[in-house]
């Protein structure tokens, strides 16, 4: 950052980025995710939220139909309704979104199929190429979120959904939110280029364009190869800790609550039926140190399923251990005082 403070232009910057920083990143979401992309189809963006918010505004008026996964990401759902748009809930199965659920009328869906948030299933080819279809037929937009698909702790990851469209249908987002720092502020988006002029347009009128100095330097933090080296270091230390956190938490929880499947991320759920409510729990858990996410916050139109998101990714690796001992005997006092 102090080189780039010295090297960054003093005048207004373009919309969509800097050209080093666009090739970078065109460059790096192909290696890294498989993404189809050059430099002209990438805008630079403060990070995933901004990138749907550009998307909405270009594509969609008010009133307009826009599904979201039921549970989902509740930052997204009050984006879209905040621009007047009539946000519904499609639900997922262990296969990801029900595409035989999204309403008729739909006009834009937001999924996350590399992991879905929060309950962590991958979206299943079969699945993608359903949606790819329907939003063909529908002459819909698919805005595909892929926010931590870097960190997966099995198998390799499938080809993202803008891979395997060939309709111009998807617009693809990324964050370095959880591969850097939510400090960053900087994610990026890919769009097909018909679309890339007015999402520029739109940024424009918005704040003209991204810091150029943080650019500049996350440009050659790419260039120079310490993107990847990073990312290596941080893949092992998280699948470490996603590791030693799913064996402890299946030792040590009560019989009541039940780990879902987690092959990528940095946060595992926890579901437990009939939880009591959310304050009584919360101020028992806060009390004692954690610092945990309620499920039940991530559902926005159905009746939620009660259960935690325990998150390790600044969760230092030799705590896990007595941290999931703690969370074990909290939630054992919790059950006792229910019964």
């Known amino acids: 950052m102090l080189h780039a403070l010295d090297r960054a232009p003093s005048h207004y910057g373009e919309p969509a980025g800097i050209p080093e920083l666009r090739a970078g990143l065109a460059n790096w979401s192909s290696r890294s995710r498989g993404v189809t992309a050059t430099a002209e189809d990438v805008v630079v963006t403060s990070g995933a939220g901004h990138a749907v918010d550009l998307i909405a505004r270009v594509l969609l008026d008010p009133g307009v139909v826009v599904a979201v996964e039921e549970p989902g990401y509740p930052p997204v759902v009050e ?28 006009r834009l869906v937001y999924v996350t199929p590399s992991h879905q948030y929060p309950l962590g299933m991958v979206m299943t080819r079969r699945r993608r190429l359903e949606l790819l279809d329907w939003a063909g037929s529908a002459g819909a937009a698919i805005i595909e979120d892929d926010y931590d698909s870097e960190f997966r702790h099995t198998a390799r990851p499938l080809e993202p959904l803008q891979r395997l469209d060939r309709d111009g249908r998807v617009i693809y987002v990324g964050t370095f939110s959880k591969t850097l720092s939510p400090g960053v502020r ?7 280029k018909n679309l890339i002029p007015s999402i520029c347009a ?57 780990l879902l499947p987690a092959e990528a991320g940095l946060h595992i759920t926890i579901v437990r039926q009939d939880l009591p409510p959310d304050q009584s729990v919360w101020s028992l858990l806060e009390s004692r140190g954690f610092l945990i996410g309620s499920l039940r916050l991530t559902y926005r139109f159905t009746d939620p399923t009660p259960g935690f998101l325990v998150g390790f990714g600044a969760l230092p690796t030799p705590s896990i251990s007595a941290a999931c001992q703690a969370l074990a005997q909290t939630l054992e006092r919790i059950e006792q005082a229910a019964s």
């Not at 984006?79 to 029900?98: E, H």
């Not at 900087?186 to 097909?192: K, T, W």
Request: proline share 8%.
């Open 186 to 192: 900087l994610g990026f988006l890919v769009a097909p």
């Open 79 to 106: 984006l879209l309704r905040a621009q007047g748009l009539n946000v519904v809930g499609v639900p997922v199965d262990n296969q990801g979104i029900v595409v035989d659920a999204i309403p008729p009328k739909t």
């Open 202 to 258: 739109v940024r424009q009128v918005i704040d003209w364009c991204p810091p150029l100095a943080t650019q500049v330097a996350l440009a050659a933090f790419i260039s120079d190869g310490h993107l990847d080296r990073h990312l290596r270091r941080s893949r092992a230390a998280y699948r470490e800790r996603h590791r030693l956190l799913w064996d402890a938490l299946s030792e040590l929880l009560p019989d009541e609550y039940r």
